[in-house]
């Protein structure tokens, strides 16, 4: 069946990158535009950029353009979302998720999630 | 950026009960819009798409409806495995917005 499946939580000191991995199955990886979207403890969920897999093309959010790079590995339908010079502000629970046009671009799957922890 | 402003953000209810949550759009956003449920420590999953659009095996007590910029998920007859947060999304305009989410709690 369709899936994505994300890299382990992880902690990292302020200033640090972190890069999560979101490995997908089931489906033509290059056909499926795959998003990022992120959720502080208590928030709302924060869009944060998007691949289109089968030209590596991205846009991002600009609140977090500079700091934020998704890329993919065609190889191993995966894409990956590294995420630099990391605050406090930067805890949060991250998502991968796949965009379908015919279900007018909405997210029909998601990953677990990846928990990413910014502590000194 | 288009903001989201769902409402309430908070309702409390009993199974059975109608309960209605709005999405209002700061502008026009057509149809592309979707409703989303979340259960704590796990990820949104999707009930409604263009507004409307019931995702397959989403059962058919939550509906969609749209007029202008103001959107509205229903649920006909609340279940206890439907009490949980839901969210709308605008997948119109870039950057992808949601509200502020509704949580559902027992009465």
């Known amino acids: ?120 | 950026d288009i903001q989201l402003t769902q409402s309430p953000s908070f309702l409390s209810a009993s199974v059975g009960d109608r309960v209605t949550i709005t999405c209002r759009a700061s502008q026009g956003i057509v149809s592309y819009l979707a409703w989303y449920q979340q259960k704590p420590g796990k990820a949104p999953e999707l009930l409604i798409y263009a507004a409307s659009t019931l995702e397959s095996g989403v059962p058919s007590r939550f509906s969609g409806s749209a007029s202008g910029t103001e959107f509205t998920l229903t649920i006909s007859s609340l279940q206890p495995e439907d009490f949980a947060t839901y969210y709308c999304q605008q997948i119109h305009t870039f950057p992808l917005t949601f509200g502020g989410g509704t949580k559902i709690e027992i009465k």
Not at chain 1, 30 to 57: K, T
Not at chain 1, 92 to 109: E, H, K, M
């Open chain 1, 1 to 120: 069946q369709v899936q994505l499946v994300q890299s382990g939580a992880d902690v990292k000191k302020p200033g640090a990158s972190v890069n999560i991995s979101c490995k997908t199955s089931g489906y033509a990886f290059n056909n499926y535009a795959l998003h990022w979207v992120r959720q502080a403890p208590g928030e709302r969920l924060e869009w944060m950029g998007w691949i289109n897999p089968g030209s590596a093309n991205t846009k991002y959010s600009e609140k977090l353009q500079g700091r934020v790079t998704i890329t993919r590995d065609r190889s191993e339908s995966t894409s990956y979302m590294e995420l630099s010079s990391l605050t406090s502000e930067d805890t949060s629970i991250y998502f991968c998720a796949r965009g379908v046009p015919n279900l007018g671009d909405a997210f029909d799957i998601w990953g677990q999630g990846t928990v990413v922890t910014v502590s000194s």
